[in-house]
């Protein structure tokens, strides 16, 4: 979908000339994050420790498939996400929703005086709180990609959110959880305004991504000054048992 230029929100791209937020892995690993980067070819990945996001060329060719076969590995799943062509034949698709991306449109980014600055330190906790809240994927050295912040009661992290993909000029939100105790009072809200904040005091702006069928989390980000820029996909699939050359490709279903 196209967006209407106003603060925040990319207007219109030139033609031809795809946004950076497209492809944001891809914009992510040569940018900002390209010390992440493990690559074979085109394909860049981050270290599986660190996030399952992987980025594809624009427009994927045999070789481009055949160094990502060869970089996860024979029948490894792996995640595509944003990709929306053609599968060659011998992948099989093993997951697949419907997306969409938000970015800042006028955001009360503020400061959280509760909330605390989380590190490597944290990280059972925080993983703790991912496997009972769910928000997406969140493994041993996530924390590395930008700085997380959560909020405690009598000691214990009950809610946090932090940064991920980072284009140029833009910061993803992202691992925004509360443990189901505290439901209801605003912490989420809270801390995603805070990581906004940090993200605009570099310059930069906020975006995320959720669920199309996440209506609630839809309405909280619409509510706080997000707005829609697109429509994507989140899907993996499974690598040929054996390489494999020149196979066809399939469309996705």
């Known amino acids: 979908m196209s967006a209407v230029s106003s603060p925040g929100v990319p207007g ?10 497209d492809n944001p892995a891809l914009a992510s690993l040569t940018g900002p994050h390209a010390h992440f980067a493990e690559r074979r070819g085109r394909v860049l990945r981050y270290p599986v420790d660190v996030s399952p996001w992987l980025a594809l060329p624009d427009e994927p060719d045999a070789r481009d498939w055949a160094d990502l076969a060869a970089l996860a590995g024979p029948g490894a799943e792996v995640p595509l996400p944003g990709f929306r062509g053609e599968v060659p034949d011998g ?3 093993t997951f697949r ?8 449109d006028g955001l009360a980014a503020a400061p959280e005086p509760e909330a605390v600055r989380l590190g490597p330190a944290d990280v059972p906790e925080m993983l703790d709180l991912v496997a009972r809240t769910q928000p997406g994927p969140f493994l041993p050295r996530t924390v590395e990609l930008g700085t997380y912040l959560g909020i405690r009661r009598d000691g214990v992290l009950i809610a946090m959110a932090g940064e991920r993909l ?3 000029g833009w910061t993803e939100i992202s691992a925004v959880c509360t443990d189901p105790a505290f439901r209801g009072e605003g912490l989420a809200t809270r801390l995603i305004l805070a990581v906004a904040h940090g993200i605009r005091e570099r ?5 995320l991504h959720t669920s199309a069928e996440n209506t609630n989390a839809i309405r909280l980000y619409e509510s706080l ?3 829609l820029r697109r429509r994507t996909a989140f899907l993996a699939a499974r690598a040929p048992q054996r390489p494999a050359r020149d196979r066809a490709a ?4």
Not at 12 to 21: F, K, M, N, Q, R
Not at 203 to 207: C, R
């Open 12 to 21: 219109p791209a030139a033609a031809g000339v795809p946004h950076v937020l």
């Open 91 to 93: 992948w099989e698709i």
């Open 97 to 104: 929703i419907e997306g969409v991306q938000f970015v800042d």
């Open 166 to 168: 980072h284009p140029p």
């Open 203 to 207: 310059g930069e702006t906020p975006f």
């Open 225 to 227: 000054g997000f707005r």
């Open 250 to 253: 399939v469309p996705v279903p």
